[in-house]
């Protein structure tokens, strides 16, 4: 048997590359779609935060209270501490006119779901307008930013130095030899949002993420033609606005 492969070790050289390529692709599909569901929820939370403290006027005690009794419920995950919260919230407030008011079903199409958690609050925090903000995300995902990369890009003003030329989103996958799409694999607030314990074995990571996007893929094989009609909307505030809701 190994003769056999040594007699066609180009052939199966080039066979195995494909193999590897075809699971590398997978998992970064996987983790995107993690990531979308843990971007939605913290969207939703905002959400739920905003729309309390205003009818309320509890203010940040709010945050504080429901960071603890979240820490209580789930220990090991660090996306519900009161810093955390309070991003969500911006988050929400940042992009609530422009996403609208009914995320639920399209939210796995919005560009900005495609890119980490931390890629995100460095953008909503940074930019000075939805119109930035959209900017950045679409250069990180056709450049397959890391986040210490967007973050430099931000820190000297790329926006203002391009002409802040702004082109239609597509909805391709990173390279998953990228850093992005390796951020986005190893992202520990994906990991948390999955209720894994450290150390991460790899099984436990391909059973918990394979669970979370069942529904999910189930979900794109009936709507195959969906993500290209609201991709590619998302090219102003004002189309963008009527796209998603």
């Not at 789930?74 to 911006?90: A, H, I, M, Q």
């Not at 059973?207 to 909307?233: C, P, Y």
Request: charged share 25%; net charge neutral.
């Amino acid at each position: 048997m190994i003769d056999q492969f040594a007699n066609d070790s180009n052939e199966y050289k080039l066979w195995l590359s494909e193999v590897k390529t075809k699971i590398r692709t997978a998992q970064v599909k996987i983790a995107l779609a993690a990531n979308g569901g843990l971007i939605q929820t913290y969207w939703e939370l905002g959400q739920m935060i905003n729309e309390k403290q205003l009818k309320h006027k509890w203010g940040d005690k709010l945050i504080d209270q429901v960071a603890k009794d979240l820490k209580e419920e789930f220990p090991d995950n660090t996306g519900f501490s009161t810093s955390n919260l309070k991003y969500c919230k911006r988050f929400y407030s940042f992009y609530q006119t422009e996403i609208g008011q009914q995320p639920v079903d399209q939210f796995e199409d919005i560009p900005l779901v495609r890119i980490p958690w931390g890629h995100n609050i460095l953008i909503f925090t940074k930019s000075k307008n939805i119109t930035e903000a959209r900017f950045y995300i679409q250069q990180t995902l056709e450049n397959n930013w890391s986040r210490d990369v967007l973050a430099l890009q931000i820190k000297t003003n790329l926006y203002d130095r391009s002409g802040k030329a702004i082109s239609n989103f597509t909805h391709t996958l990173p390279d998953p030899m990228s850093d992005l799409a390796q951020q986005t694999l190893k992202d520990p607030y994906v990991f948390d949002f999955v209720s894994l314990t450290k150390p991460f074995k790899e099984k436990d990571i391909e059973n918990q993420l394979v669970h979370q996007i069942t529904k999910f893929f189930k979900k794109v094989q009936n709507t195959s033609g969906k993500s290209e009609r609201i991709g590619a909307g998302f090219t102003s505030q004002s189309e963008a606005g009527c796209e998603l809701r």
